[in-house]
């Protein structure tokens, strides 16, 4: 009798959000519909460290192959985990974009991609010991932190929604031309009919669907081109330091360390946005398991040619517009992503899609990001504190970098790394003035302050007692119901009164 009801409460005991499973198919499909979202993404560092680096095209393209590959294995590490690492949730890894600046630094001082490649792996070694102390700051993410990361994660990715929407390349005579922008509202455009009048099954692969239907009418428009899909090799296995052997510099390891810390920001912020989004507890062991995911897939990633590794923010947004939570989904996807990088015809397949439908699809998944955190920014309590400004500062200052890129060009370059991401900054103003604020002495209120509220309008009860139905003010007259001015007298005072 114990055994069958002990087993009844195993069965009927509620299971997390994110270890839903789906069938097969389904399962797939989603998982491919987020390789699609972040292909973008994951293969643009790559192409811009191998221009910088000067390689081949073959190079480049070898470079792109290992990224993918990288990058699948460690999103099947973050998403199905093993003991002390992985965050068990929906989240997409891939190559960083924070660290290309740095890493074009260090190729300019000299020592090619060995010298970078041996700087991501010291940098991760440490990275690595560091992640659980890192963890230990979840408790300064209260809701109003959270809330501004994850506004300024969506807000700071539109951007790059717009740069693809109007075609990418700055240089390319058609960019922003009324073609590009209005594929990209097309495929925006398809969203919005497959999410509002397509069944259930259809609506939640509206994304991959606007995807495949505007690359076709692209393609019918001579807009993609497709004439490089079977140039090159069909099948190729990453080979182990390919760009030769690492080699490891101090001064490059110390900046590639700042880049470990801006990646454990963002990836802590894209960790509490895609729980917030699941509705699914994240702790502070969560965020450690992930971050040491994040460190040790780095560490690895030189070996096969490939550089820091992050949890990819857009994704966030797919999983808040699918409503899919499952982390089998995205690990379907990371599975996606090791066959794209042993198979690069496929590759070449996926990166034909026109960036103006990328640009598209970015503008809504990166606008439900930054509804996301506008609905947890509702649900902070902004009476008698000052949550108020630390939300209006914290966003404010996360924006600066983006309306205007150049304002911290005179700064180190360490600054610039942390600063000039709208998402590390924004990150770093909320917890530092959560901090002042929320924690320091007491808990700061609003009293005095010039953020504080305008207190709430009151009126007279004897005055509620004197009005009819179907009075009105106009202009400042008080009407009746047949628009007859009331006549108004001034109440007397105390001195009338005592008189």
């Known amino acids: ?8 409460a195993t069965t009927d005991a509620p299971r997390r959000p994110e270890d839903q499973r789906l069938k097969a198919w389904p399962t797939l499909a989603y998982g491919v519909q987020h390789v699609l979202t972040m292909y973008g993404g994951i293969i643009a560092p790559p192409l811009v460290i191998g221009q910088a680096a000067g390689l081949s095209t073959a190079e480049v393209g070898l470079l792109i192959t290992c990224c993918l590959f990288i990058g699948g294995l460690a999103t099947i590490l973050q ?16 190559v960083s974009f924070s660290g290309v600046a740095t890493m ?5 001082g000299g020592g090619g991609l060995p010298r970078v490649f041996g700087a991501v792996i010291a940098s991760s070694v440490i990275g690595l010991v560091l992640a659980p102390f890192f963890a230990m700051i979840v408790r300064f993410f209260p809701p109003v932190v959270t809330g501004v990361v994850i506004t300024a994660i ?6 790059v929604a717009g740069g693809w929407a109007m075609g990418a390349d700055a240089t390319a005579s058609d960019y922003g031309s009324l073609p590009n922008i209005g594929l990209a509202a097309l495929s925006l455009a398809l969203i919005v009919l497959l999410s509002k009048f397509g069944p259930p099954a259809i609506s939640r692969l509206s994304i991959l669907l606007s995807l495949a239907l505007s690359t076709v009418i692209a393609a019918l428009l001579g807009m993609a081109d497709f004439s490089d899909v079977l140039t090159g090799p ?11 052997l690492p080699t490891f510099d101090i001064a490059a390891i110390i900046s590639m360390l700042i880049v470990i810390l801006v990646t454990f920001t963002e990836t802590t912020a894209d960790i509490l946005a895609v729980g917030e989004v699941v509705k699914t507890k994240v702790s502070q062991k969560r965020i450690a ?3 040491r995911a994040d460190m040790i897939s780095s560490a690895v990633s030189p070996v096969f040619n490939s550089f820091t590794q992050s949890a990819f923010a857009q994704n966030v947004g797919l999983v808040a517009i699918t409503k899919v939570s499952s982390r089998f989904v995205v690990a379907a996807g ?3 992503l090791v066959v794209l990088g042993v198979l690069p015809v496929l590759g070449r397949v996926v990166a034909a899609i026109p960036t103006p439908v990328l640009g598209g699809v970015g503008i809504a998944l990166f606008g439900t990001v930054a509804a996301s955190g506008i609905n947890t920014l509702s649900k902070v309590d902004y009476k008698n504190n000052l949550n108020l400004i630390i939300v209006g500062i914290s966003l404010s200052f996360g924006m600066l970098p983006l309306v205007q890129p150049g304002i911290y060009a005179d700064f180190p370059s360490w600054f610039q790394v942390i600063f000039q991401s709208g998402i590390s900054s924004a990150t770093v103003m909320a917890v530092l003035l959560n901090v002042v604020f929320n924690h320091i002495g007491r808990r700061s209120t609003s009293e005095g302050s010039v953020f504080a509220s305008a207190p709430a309008r009151r009126v007279p009860e004897e005055l509620l007692e004197a009005l009819e139905d179907g009075d009105h003010v106009v202009d400042g007259r008080l009407l009746d119901t047949q628009g007859i001015e009331v ?8 001195e009338d009164e005592r008189s």
Do not use: N, W
């Not at 009798?1 to 009844?8: D, E, G, I, N, V």
């Not at 074009?104 to 300019?108: F, G, Y």
């Not at 069909?234 to 030769?244: D, L, N, S, W």
């Open 1 to 8: 009798m114990s055994r069958s009801r002990s087993r009844t």
């Open 79 to 94: 998403t199905i985990g093993l003991p002390f690492f992985g965050s068990q949730l929906p989240l997409v890894q891939g």
């Open 104 to 108: 074009m630094a260090i190729l300019d």
């Open 154 to 159: 969506g807000l700071s990715l539109l951007p």
């Open 234 to 244: 069909i099948f190729a296995v990453p080979t182990p330091f390919a760009f030769g």
């Open 289 to 291: 398991a992930g971050l």
């Open 334 to 336: 990371g599975i996606v």
């Open 487 to 494: 006549q108004t007298v001034r109440a007397p005072d105390d």
